[in-house]
């Protein structure tokens, strides 16, 4: 049966079509487990450089990425390519708390995605401190009253990388995880005005959004950003809508359950309902191959947060999304146990982001226990 699966994936990939696998009952542990495996090693034998990093020309957020992923996948926090990879991070930390190089322009970026690190790897509180100090650098960042930023501005709650002197939901999702992986509750001041944001970045007129831009495409999903005049990286509608699509809608789903919103709030059956009439896992839906493996990881965590084994579709066809998911990304993997993007929009050209990626949606594909 996994091999079957596995045939009908490939198929769909290279039909490069939204056709649904069938579902097979729960995923494969052995399978994925030997992927994960396999990528582990990759990364740590061949991804890492001799100070720890991975990727470095990129700055410190891909060697949190791996560090993140190669924890949260089996990885022991004490291994040393862990424990080496999270000495490079912290060599990074300023007197500000964030951990970024000098004049970074994505400070906000490194310090929320090496705030996961450290949280995947804190035992016995080893890095409270530095988790203390990095949430409090990160949380300055943040648009709000501090920078003049009022409620009625698009801009106010959200994050961003700075360089574009603007937030946006991927910044915005990353910030509230990581405030919630160090331990904030759904109510922290901090993840409750980033939940303003990100209702402003769904298309859905309603009292959380009085922006013009649900109006003019009213279909549930999630776009980039409302600031600045707007932003949607699968482009505009004819009518001057932003176009939703599928790693944002996952970005938007996972922040909301993570700020506290109920499967009841009309937020979430509007986000669902877009996900059920775009359910796939052969392209990033509205962007094609662009952004696939950040799209992998995004609906990974998305789906498990959301607490559901199944995602029923539009067609009211079931799924076994942990299983269908691990199956579409163990296709892609290359023999030496990384993966790669052909299409390299957003570093995802570069293996150690792709395998990071791909790592952190497979250990979201292991089935939970049954409680």
């Known amino acids: ?87 490079y991070l ?43 100090a990095a949430e409090a650098f990160v949380k300055g960042l943040q648009w709000d009253a501090k920078e003049g930023s009022k409620l009625s501005d698009p801009s106010y709650g959200g994050a961003g990388y700075g360089k574009k002197n603007r937030p946006d939901l991927s910044n915005t999702a990353f910030l509230i995880e990581a405030l919630r992986s160090v331990g904030a509750d759904a109510e922290d001041p901090a993840i409750q005005r980033a939940l303003v944001f990100v209702s402003r970045t769904q298309n859905l007129e309603g009292p959380n959004n009085t922006l013009p831009f649900p109006a003019k495409n009213p279909d549930g999903g999630f776009y980039y950003t409302p600031a600045a005049g707007g932003e949607s990286q699968a482009g505009t ?78 067609d009211g066809e079931v799924h076994d999304w942990r299983s269908e998911l691990s199956d579409a990304i163990i296709l892609r993997q290359h023999s030496d146990g990384s993966w790669i993007n052909a299409n390299p929009r957003w570093m995802e050209g570069d293996p150690n982001l792709a395998t990071s990626y791909s790592l952190l949606a497979l250990s979201h594909c292991l089935a939970k226990p049954a409680k």
């Open 237 to 314: 509608t004819p009518e001057g809508g932003l176009r939703s699509y599928g790693s944002m809608t996952y970005a938007g789903l996972k922040s909301m359950i993570f700020a506290g919103l109920s499967k009841d709030d009309p937020r979430v059956k509007a986000a669902l309902s877009w996900l059920s009439k775009h359910y796939t896992f052969a392209e990033n839906p509205g962007m094609g191959d662009a952004g696939l493996f950040y799209y992998f990881h995004t609906a990974s965590k998305a789906l498990d947060v959301f607490a559901e084994d199944t995602f029923t579709a539009a």
């Open 90 to 132: 912290l060599a990074f930390q300023q007197a500000d708390g964030g951990i970024y190089p000098v004049d970074s322009p994505v400070a906000n970026y490194e310090t929320s995605i090496a705030m996961l690190a450290l949280a995947a790897c804190n035992r016995d509180g080893v890095y409270d401190k530095q988790i203390k």
């Open 1 to 87: 049966m996994k091999l079957l699966r596995l045939l009908i994936v490939a198929l769909v990939v290279g039909r490069g079509t939204l056709f649904a696998m069938p579902t097979a009952g729960a995923a494969d542990k052995a399978a994925v487990r030997a992927s994960i495996d396999k990528a582990a090693q990759f990364l740590m034998k061949q991804g890492q450089a001799a100070d720890g990093s991975f990727s470095s020309q990129a700055g410190p957020a891909v060697t949190a990425l791996t560090v993140t992923a190669l924890v949260k996948s089996g990885t022991p926090a004490d291994a040393p390519a862990v424990k080496k990879g999270i000495a």
